[in-house]
């Protein structure tokens, strides 16, 4: 399969860990990049490559990979991280590019 | 700093093409991959296609009998057509820059500037 597996959404507690997870064959040949996306706004990338965080964006947020599977991390969610995430990349045959379908975070 | 508009109608007609184009400004347009992707409302996001080094493109299978895009160097602008609209195609379109590339045996692919996007609606 050529496609990206989110969970539709989770929930965290203030200053908890939540870790959401993306999983597709893609994946085994490719880093995931990572997508925070607030209503009304567009996407902002938070990870991409191996575990690379664009300036700006918060070292509470980390990717991580195993097989099939890539994790983001948020370690001490706050509040302003509640928010869709979407995980990408892209297939190694087709080279087309691959959303996941996204996953709401509720900061509780 | 690169920025990235979105141009074009915000109503289209069903059956007609929706044409939209992205203008990049603080940088050069002749090398990333140059993406367009939408997001009906309440939904994800959607991959309609890129183009590569201002010739090479791909498309969403889904999408690829409709879509075409095409880069103007000149005016550091790409764009896209999609033809033979339908209410479906209500969305709101963004235009992205892409990086890959290897890394330790990995490849890695990320979008790392997006324009705002802008909304159309296919309504008669």
């Known amino acids: 399969s050529s496609e990206l597996t989110q969970d539709p959404a989770v929930s965290v507690a203030l200053g908890q860990t939540v870790r959401i997870t993306c999983q597709g064959d893609?994946?085994?040949?490719?880093?995931a990049s990572w997508y925070q996306q607030k209503p009304g706004q567009a996407p902002v990338v938070v990870i991409y490559g191996k575990n690379n965080r664009p300036s700006g964006i918060p070292d509470r947020f980390s990717g991580s990979s195993s097989g099939n599977t890539a994790s983001l991390t948020i370690t001490g969610a706050q509040a302003e991280d509640e928010a869709d995430y979407y995980c990408n990349s892209r297939d190694s045959r087709s080279n087309r590019v691959l959303f996941g379908g996204g996953t709401k975070v509720t900061v509780l | 700093q690169v920025q990235l508009q979105e141009s074009g109608p915000g109503l289209v007609k069903p059956s007609e093409t929706l044409s939209l184009t992205c203008t990049v400004s603080?940088?050069?347009?002749?090398?990333?991959?140059w993406s367009w992707i939408r997001q009906p409302p309440g939904k994800g996001l959607e991959w309609i296609g890129y183009?590569?080094?201002?010739?090479?493109?791909n498309y969403n299978p889904s999408l690829k009998s409709r879509v075409s895009i095409s880069v103007d160097t000149s005016k550091n602008q790409f764009s896209l057509e999609l033809r033979s609209v339908t209410a479906a195609d209500t969305a709101v379109y963004y235009c992205a820059r892409g990086i890959g590339g290897v890394f330790r045996r990995y490849y890695y692919y990320y979008m790392d500037v997006w324009g705002k996007g802008t909304t159309v609606t296919v309504s008669s």
């Open positions: 893609s994946l085994r040949s490719y880093y």
């Open positions: 603080g940088g050069s347009i002749s090398s990333y991959f």
């Open positions: 183009i590569y080094y201002s010739e090479s493109t």
